[in-house]
């Protein structure tokens, strides 16, 4: 299933491995979910699904509270705000302050703006308000169909907007977990991180392994993606952890159509 939303950093290409190599669980609990590319093609009993992003959590709430208006609304949109100019103006009506209560509409036009931005970069600044700059697309995709895939996962999901600790602190038996934190920036990778978010640098990296474990006393099965650098796969590796290397590629640099061919390392402690 692919996600409706492009999302910097996502996993659809590598999915097929990713799931291969997925431990047996009752829930599943996708820790940093960002476009839910991970979540949707695994098979659980129910998911809690979790990121700290805010408008991704209200945007996948709300389409699974209120499927029908929203992909109407998300559709007139598309069809009726074209170009540069019409991506500013939903912009703004976007970024006004007095949206609160309607919630679809602006569910809808965080779908628009995603689609029409430079890369799905869903980015505030620091008065919180959108600046993400317009995409510059020949022809911009409305995901009917993989809204409709979505609808049939929805209801067996529960999404929160957490920070990792949060979530981590819910695991236990019969869970698996999944994280997919920002990297762990590599010496010779600085324009890999910095075009997939804020990297992570060791303390956060280690916090998070501490939770992990923390979470895998309690009885919880623990995935986590990461890159390939050799001070996180030695941290993984001397914590119990089987590492499996995921080929990939990815962008180079923000301004680049380039991808290179990469490694990502999955590690796993059933
Ligand atoms: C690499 S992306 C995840 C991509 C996702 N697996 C996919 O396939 O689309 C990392 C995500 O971590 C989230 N994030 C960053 N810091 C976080 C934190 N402290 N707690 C929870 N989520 C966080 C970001 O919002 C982003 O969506």
Same mark, same amino acid.
């Given at each position: 299933?692919?996600?409706?939303?492009?999302?910097?950093?996502?996993?659809?290409?590598?999915?097929?491995?990713?799931?291969?190599?997925?431990?047996?669980?009752?829930?599943?609990?996708?820790?940093?979910?960002?476009?839910?590319?991970?979540?949707?093609?695994?098979?659980?009993?129910?998911?809690?699904?979790?990121?700290?992003?805010?408008?991704?959590?209200?945007?996948?709430?709300? !389409?699974?509270?209120? #499927?029908?208006?929203?992909?109407?609304?998300?559709? *007139?949109? =598309?069809?009726?705000?074209? +170009?540069?100019?019409?991506?500013?103006?939903?912009?703004?009506?976007?970024?006004?302050?007095?949206?609160?209560?309607?919630?679809?509409?602006?569910?809808?036009?965080?779908?628009?703006?995603?689609?029409?931005?430079?890369?799905?970069?869903?980015?505030?600044?620091?008065?919180?308000?959108?600046?993400?700059?317009?995409?510059?697309?020949?022809?911009?995709?409305?995901?009917?169909?993989?809204?409709?895939?979505?609808?049939?996962?929805?209801?067996?999901?529960?999404?929160?907007?957490?920070?990792?600790?949060?979530?981590?602190?819910?695991?236990?038996?019969?869970?698996? !977990?999944?994280?997919? #934190?920002?990297?762990?920036?590599?010496?010779?990778? *600085?324009? =890999?991180?910095?075009?997939? +978010?804020?990297?992570?640098?060791?303390?956060?990296?280690?916090?998070?392994?501490?939770?992990?474990?923390?979470?895998?006393?309690?009885?919880?099965?623990?995935?986590?993606?990461?890159?390939?650098?050799?001070?996180?796969?030695?941290?993984?590796?001397?914590?119990?952890?089987?590492?499996?290397?995921?080929?990939?590629?990815?962008?180079?640099?923000?301004?680049?159509?380039?991808?290179?061919?990469?490694?990502?390392?999955?590690?796993?402690?059933?």
């Amino acid at each position: 299933m692919k996600p409706f939303l492009s999302w910097a950093g996502n996993k659809y290409s590598v999915i097929g491995q990713i799931s291969a190599l997925m431990p047996k669980g009752e829930r599943f609990i996708d820790v940093f979910c960002g476009s839910g590319a991970v979540f949707m093609n695994v098979k659980f009993d129910k998911y809690l699904v979790a990121d700290m992003n805010e408008d991704l959590i209200f945007l996948f709430q709300e !389409v699974k509270r209120n #499927p029908v208006a929203f992909t109407s609304i998300s559709r *007139a949109l =598309f069809d009726n705000f074209k +170009g540069q100019d019409g991506y500013h103006k939903v912009r703004k009506m976007f970024n006004q302050k007095d949206q609160s209560g309607i919630t679809t509409i602006k569910a809808a036009q965080m779908l628009y703006l995603n689609k029409h931005c430079y890369n799905g970069l869903f980015r505030r600044n620091l008065k919180g308000l959108l600046n993400s700059p317009y995409g510059h697309r020949e022809k911009v995709y409305f995901p009917e169909k993989e809204m409709m895939g979505f609808h049939t996962i929805a209801p067996l999901c529960e999404f929160y907007c957490w920070g990792y600790e949060s979530t981590l602190a819910q695991a236990g038996m019969g869970d698996v !977990v999944y994280c997919d #934190p920002p990297y762990a920036k590599k010496p010779d990778a *600085a324009m =890999f991180t910095q075009y997939s +978010g804020a990297a992570w640098g060791m303390t956060e990296q280690l916090k998070l392994l501490e939770r992990c474990m923390q979470a895998h006393e309690r009885g919880a099965k623990i995935v986590i993606s990461n890159s390939d650098s050799e001070e996180i796969i030695s941290l993984y590796r001397s914590a119990g952890f089987l590492i499996h290397m995921i080929p990939t590629r990815r962008k180079i640099a923000a301004a680049s159509s380039s991808r290179a061919k990469v490694m990502d390392i999955l590690a796993i402690k059933e």
